[in-house]
């Protein structure tokens, strides 16, 4: 895995699962992006900030 940390929760209204992923914190703060993206699988969705080939 390609990311220092990952949390996964759930959206408290959506129910939808939400995936954050923090590569590096080796140089302080930073700003990120966000995506909103439907995948076919919650998996897939984590694969894609980890920086893992896609199934």
Do not use: Q
């Amino acid at each position: 895995m390609d990311a220092e940390r990952v949390l996964i929760e759930k959206g408290p209204r959506s129910g939808l699962p939400i995936i954050a992923a923090v590569h590096s914190t080796a140089l302080g703060v930073a700003v990120g992006g966000c995506r909103m993206w439907a995948y076919p699988d919650w998996r897939d969705g984590l694969d894609d900030p980890c920086g893992r080939p896609r199934r």
